[in-house]
């Protein structure tokens, strides 16, 4: 029998393209210019355009960060004026990382912009909430953590954005896809170590188990726009790549070539993936149980100050 | 009913670190073109030639990052330098095809020696050292070229090479290789084999041989040192089979050559200064 008919309005697929940037070091405007020359490249039917964290900047910036970031509204102005230079009025969302100054309070953001007739409307802004400092990583030394996962309506349902780290911690995915979230994005940065194989780096195996797992535990697509180029010695791995509900890679990218990713996602999958695995479903029901445990290190009560753009 | 029992293997004396020799190769060769193409513009590369197999690995990946007509090749013996080595180096530059040349830093040296007769043989040895850091930068600034270096992990964690010498040139493509991933990268790149079989030796004194100036084979080095590094204490080492002495010597060495890999120490007197406070990548 055929399946009964998807009664829900959003559309049913999504087309989308990862920009893998490969940006020179601290040179803002010269990125966003080479941006414009990859949005050239994007065909038409492109509906979703997703860039990796600090994609117009590279990453490990130190001191420097201050001198590079900007407030959200000025870095979707300056994405939608590069869109519009290249498909005028042509309808697009787009997702990127950067360096935020919220008012001399500094994130490694990524924001959700939907462009159309001419304007950049924010859709959601995430700032990083685990900042990486230990090892080769000293994010916590300049900014400042993100407070608050939030999900977000998109025209194609509900997202959420996943920085980097934010990505490694299992409570977080699982965190968003209760919160409702059907398709996760996450901007990455990822310094490329470990030869040991086989195939790839260790870290690029190790990403690959991170994103497929949350893939298959929650029924979400997954969308990881990766950073490529080195930065002094430290090789940004790349490997985007779209990963389905079932925890298929459908697409990936090589590791140290800037690249557009292109991928077709067809929505539907993940309402039948959710219905062979429901797992999704059965932690919606247990999760007030493993939540309120008292042994957890939780404060009780609303701790959140009201946080995000 | 009886169920197997399936257990997890417990950890035991580790093998030298693994490497994937294809995965390793196109890592170091996109570094390479990044770090003099790309973020240098230099287009040349100069690599000091021993005869020995890290620098003939360094060779191989110049040659195949930049082409072997863009990688120079310096030999820089001294007079108590063995021959083999020589003949060693030019197995490589004839493998290759890249430009050569032989430089003899014996005058240099013995200029300044002549006049430090007690000098003993580890004096002597950093001076030839340092001296062939000089002859690389100087040619490198003749040839429109970049310093490529050769050291590799080991010899970097426990210390054994002259400080400003063998780790001067500006880049290094094998700096967090262990040695034995050195020598499966050679055997990969098709260096030819005399070089991979042969006792490493810094051949700064007759006879001299790394293994045996460190008292450990590079094998057990790079299995304790892999271990080490991930955070086990000399107690978890034993306990996982390893020697106590050598995972004492080992300790040693790594524990009394922090300073070795890094910069000068300089005194703190700002709210400004350089890499304490001021700090800007090196790429930026």
């Not at chain 2, 093998?15 to 990044?34: C, E, G, H, N, S």
């Amino acid at each position: 029998m055929e399946p009964p008919r998807n009664l829900n309005e959003k559309p049913q697929r999504l087309r989308v393209a990862l920009v893998q940037t490969k940006p020179l070091k601290g040179r803002y405007a010269e990125n966003l210019a080479n941006l414009q020359s990859a949005f050239a490249q994007i065909e038409s039917e492109v509906d979703l355009v997703v860039l990796p964290e600090a994609a117009l900047t590279g990453y490990f910036l130190e001191g420097a960060v201050y001198e590079v970031a900007l407030s959200a509204r000025r870095f979707a102005d300056d994405l939608t004026r590069a869109w519009h230079a290249v498909h005028g009025d042509r309808r697009v969302d787009l997702a990127c990382g950067f360096f935020e100054n919220d008012e001399g309070t500094y994130h490694n953001s990524a924001l959700y912009l939907e462009l159309a007739r001419g304007a950049g409307r924010i859709v959601h802004v995430h700032r990083k909430m685990f900042l990486p400092t230990y090892g080769v990583f000293d994010e916590e030394r300049f900014l400042s953590r993100g407070r608050r996962l939030q999900v977000f309506p998109t025209r194609f349902g509900t997202m959420a954005l996943l920085i980097c780290e934010d990505a490694w911690h299992a409570i977080v995915p699982t965190i968003a896809a209760i919160k409702g979230a059907r398709i996760l994005i996450v901007p990455s940065a990822a310094p490329g170590r470990g030869v040991e194989g086989p195939g790839e780096l260790t870290s690029i195996l190790r990403w690959r188990e991170i994103l497929t797992t949350a893939a298959v535990e929650h029924g979400v697509f997954v969308l990881y726009a990766g950073l490529t180029g080195f930065e002094g010695g430290k090789g940004m791995t790349g490997s985007s790549c779209v990963i389905d509900p079932r925890g298929e890679i459908l697409v990936s990218s090589p590791p140290t070539e800037p690249c557009i990713v292109i991928a077709d996602l067809d929505l539907r999958e993940i309402d039948l993936a959710r219905a062979t695995l429901p797992l999704l479903g059965d932690l919606d029901a247990v999760l007030p149980d493993l939540l309120l445990d008292e042994e957890l290190p939780l404060p009780r009560g609303s701790c959140h100050p009201e946080v995000g753009p | 009913m009886t169920f197997a029992i399936v257990e997890a293997p417990r950890p035991g004396v580790g093998k030298p670190p693994a490497i994937d020799t294809v995965v390793a190769t196109a890592w170091l060769i996109a570094f390479l073109r990044d770090e003099l193409l790309v973020r240098r513009r230099i287009e040349h590369a100069v690599v000091g030639l021993s005869g020995g197999v890290d620098s003939a690995v360094t060779a191989y990946l110049c040659a195949r990052a930049l082409g072997p007509k863009n990688v120079h090749a310096i030999r820089m013996p001294y007079k108590t330098s063995s021959p083999s080595s020589l003949a060693d180096a030019q197995l490589v530059i004839d493998d290759l095809g890249i430009a050569a040349r032989t430089i003899e830093i014996t005058d240099a040296v013995d200029g300044y020696l002549r006049q430090e007769s007690d000098a003993d043989a580890r004096r002597r040895g950093n001076v030839m050292a340092r001296m062939r850091m000089l002859v690389l930068f100087d040619q490198s600034a003749k040839l429109d070229a970049l310093p490529v270096g050769t050291g590799n992990k080991t010899e970097r964690l426990l210390g054994y090479f002259t400080w400003h010498a063998d780790d001067a040139p500006p880049v290094n493509p094998l700096g967090d290789l262990f040695k034995t991933q050195v020598w499966a990268l050679a055997k990969h790149l098709g260096v030819p084999q005399r070089l991979i079989d042969k006792a490493p030796t810094a051949d700064l004194e007759a006879d001299q041989t790394d293994e045996g100036d460190l008292g450990i084979t590079y094998a057990r080095a790079d299995a304790i040192l892999s271990q080490m590094l991930l955070g086990y204490s000399n107690e978890q080492l034993v306990e996982r089979g390893f020697a106590a002495e050598e995972v004492t010597l080992v300790r040693r060495r790594v524990d009394g050559t922090h300073w070795k890999r890094h910069l000068p120490t300089t005194a703190m007197l700002s709210n400004t200064a350089i890499n304490e406070f001021y700090l800007r990548p090196v790429d930026y």
